[in-house]
């Protein structure tokens, strides 16, 4: 039965039958393999190799700094060809180790091995999770051992799995839910070992018929476990609606979901807690959806992390024409590419190609007052006064129509007959005001 969603949402075009019903296929890297150490929230790893050292698949690479950061560990074995500044989908250079790949892919001693979580103190599951390298790989890049440690474990009531997937053309999340479903649900029962008194809901929309059912016959004797069916809509993934949708439990921008008796993790990340306790394998590959009317042959595919985003477009055939606009991610949130020449990480979800840019073919104009953008916001803002204030750089108005509850979900524009740019502007207000409260 379908639970409860949250006020407001839209129904975009969901494109997803281009990619949901093939199977994963795995694609091994051709070329050097690029390893940014910041790929997370928080502070970048430090490089622990140096030019000319051999390395294992396993191997850690670059080592946490500070306490919000994340371990890097290589996904090939070869030799470190350099250290350098290299581009990454944020556009920004950022310091990288370059691997060479053998293509021997000799792992370190310890990869593969089994272990049983039952036997683990919660301690060791969390460095274990820590040394892993593992982020919430939903897009945000959380480091997921701090996630897991809140302040009183005996205050979490549920672990939601976000196997909601509402980004439009992503399949990726739907394919590991129908390939690797006994992944998803051991990877929760390592987390529900953390968490004494806590269940587990695996949350799904329900235009995944076949993942509920599959997930369902699971968890059937499971006492800690069920699955939660979700409407389709988006953003039904993001952190606040899933929480409420889920449980009727609400937090702001101001709260973590912990604060709420929630923690929150993508199909994904639980998966990758499973491999890293479970089998000893850190984070280093990623399921990446490749799609869109410019792809010859759009799936998903199993990648190293490090792997060059223009290997990936080659795997799906390349391009039936040249695409106007290629994004890192969905159509909704995903990022706008001027070059493919990037590195896969572990926040990679997706690649998205299309022959045609319609956001650029269409000036903006007027704001008619229509009030759509208020409809539709899951936030419950006025983003018609917040532009106002954002086209000011008034950063005190902004924040005083609490614009800093603004989850970035693009709901907004996409509704706007104006064709007004609201969220990128509300975007950089944001950026512009946790910059100022860092200084």
Same mark, same amino acid.
Request: overall charge neutral; charged content about 25%.
């Given at each position: 039965?379908?639970?409860?969603?949250?006020?407001?949402?839209?129904?975009?075009?969901?494109?997803?039958?281009?990619?949901?019903?093939?199977?994963?296929?795995?694609?091994?890297?051709?070329?050097?393999?690029?390893?940014?150490?910041?790929?997370?929230?928080?502070?970048?790893?430090?490089?622990?190799?140096?030019?000319?050292?051999?390395?294992?698949?396993?191997?850690?690479?670059?080592?946490?700094?500070?306490?919000?950061?994340?371990?890097?560990?290589?996904?090939?074995?070869?030799?470190?060809?350099?250290?350098?500044?290299?581009?990454?989908?944020?556009?920004?250079?950022?310091?990288?180790?370059?691997?060479?790949?053998?293509?021997?892919?000799?792992?370190?001693?310890?990869?593969?091995?089994?272990?049983?979580?039952?036997?683990?103190?919660?301690?060791?599951?969390?460095?274990?999770?820590?040394?892993?390298?593992?982020?919430?790989?939903?897009?945000?890049?959380?480091?997921?051992?701090?996630?897991?440690?809140?302040?009183?474990?005996?205050?979490?009531?549920?672990?939601?799995?976000?196997?909601?997937?509402?980004?439009?053309?992503?399949?990726?999340?739907?394919?590991?839910?129908?390939?690797?479903?006994?992944?998803?649900?051991?990877?929760?029962?390592?987390?529900?070992?953390?968490?004494?008194?806590?269940?587990?809901?695996?949350?799904?929309?329900?235009?995944?018929?076949?993942?509920?059912?599959?997930?369902?016959?699971?968890?059937?004797?499971?006492?800690?476990?069920?699955?939660?069916?979700?409407?389709?809509?988006?953003?039904?993934?993001?952190?606040?609606?899933?929480?409420?949708?889920?449980?009727?439990?609400?937090?702001?921008?101001?709260?973590?979901?912990?604060?709420?008796?929630?923690?929150?993790?993508?199909?994904?990340?639980?998966?990758?807690?499973?491999? $890293?306790?479970? &089998?000893? +394998?850190?984070? #280093? *590959?990623?399921?990446?959806? =490749?799609?869109?009317?410019?792809? @010859?042959?759009?799936?998903?595919?199993?990648?190293?992390?490090?792997?060059?985003?223009?290997?990936?477009?080659?795997?799906?055939?390349?391009?039936?024409?040249?695409?106007?606009?290629?994004?890192?991610?969905?159509?909704?949130?995903?990022?706008?590419?001027?070059?493919?020449?990037?590195?896969?990480?572990?926040?990679?979800?997706?690649?998205?190609?299309?022959?045609?840019?319609?956001? $650029?073919?269409? &000036?903006? +104009?007027?704001? #008619? *007052?229509?009030?759509?953008? =208020?409809?539709?916001?899951?936030? @419950?803002?006025?983003?018609?006064?917040?532009?106002?204030?954002?086209?000011?750089?008034?950063?005190?108005?902004?924040?005083?129509?609490?614009?800093?509850?603004?989850?970035?979900?693009?709901?907004?524009?996409?509704?706007?007959?104006?064709?007004?740019?609201?969220?990128?502007?509300?975007?950089?207000?944001?950026?512009?005001?946790?910059?100022?409260?860092?200084?």
């Amino acid at each position: 039965m379908t639970v409860g969603t949250f006020k407001g949402g839209i129904h975009p075009f969901d494109g997803k039958n281009l990619s949901k019903d093939f199977t994963t296929k795995v694609v091994l890297p051709k070329g050097e393999l690029v390893y940014p150490m910041a790929q997370h929230i928080g502070a970048p790893a430090k490089p622990i190799v140096s030019v000319g050292d051999k390395v294992l698949v396993g191997q850690k690479i670059g080592e946490a700094q500070g306490f919000v950061s994340a371990n890097i560990c290589c996904s090939v074995s070869g030799v470190v060809k350099a250290i350098e500044k290299r581009l990454t989908v944020s556009g920004s250079m950022v310091d990288c180790v370059v691997i060479e790949n053998d293509n021997e892919y000799t792992p370190i001693d310890t990869l593969g091995k089994k272990r049983d979580y039952t036997k683990l103190t919660k301690e060791e599951i969390r460095e274990g999770i820590k040394e892993a390298g593992i982020v919430g790989m939903g897009g945000a890049g959380f480091p997921t051992h701090i996630k897991l440690t809140p302040k009183d474990d005996n205050a979490i009531d549920y672990i939601l799995v976000n196997g909601a997937e509402c980004e439009p053309y992503l399949t990726s999340d739907y394919r590991m839910m129908l390939e690797e479903p006994e992944k998803i649900v051991g990877g929760l029962k390592v987390i529900l070992q953390l968490f004494d008194h806590a269940k587990g809901l695996i949350c799904i929309e329900d235009n995944k018929p076949e993942a509920i059912k599959r997930l369902k016959e699971l968890v059937k004797n499971e006492e800690r476990m069920e699955v939660t069916v979700l409407e389709t809509k988006y953003p039904q993934g993001a952190e606040r609606q899933l929480i409420y949708a889920a449980t009727g439990r609400k937090i702001n921008s101001s709260m973590l979901p912990s604060d709420a008796g929630c923690v929150v993790d993508n199909v994904d990340t639980v998966i990758s807690i499973y491999m $890293a306790i479970c &089998e000893s +394998t850190p984070l #280093i *590959r990623r399921i990446v959806t =490749v799609t869109g009317d410019a792809i @010859k042959s759009p799936q998903n595919f199993n990648v190293k992390t490090g792997t060059n985003y223009a290997e990936l477009i080659d795997a799906a055939g390349g391009f039936t024409s040249q695409p106007e606009k290629i994004v890192s991610g969905g159509p909704m949130m995903g990022i706008a590419l001027f070059n493919i020449n990037i590195p896969v990480t572990k926040t990679s979800s997706a690649l998205l190609c299309l022959t045609k840019d319609e956001v $650029a073919e269409q &000036e903006p +104009t007027a704001c #008619i *007052r229509c009030g759509r953008c =208020v409809e539709a916001c899951p936030s @419950k803002v006025i983003p018609q006064k917040l532009l106002e204030y954002a086209e000011k750089f008034d950063d005190e108005g902004f924040q005083k129509l609490n614009g800093m509850e603004c989850c970035e979900c693009g709901s907004c524009t996409f509704v706007c007959p104006a064709r007004r740019r609201l969220t990128q502007a509300f975007k950089q207000t944001r950026r512009s005001i946790l910059s100022n409260r860092k200084k």
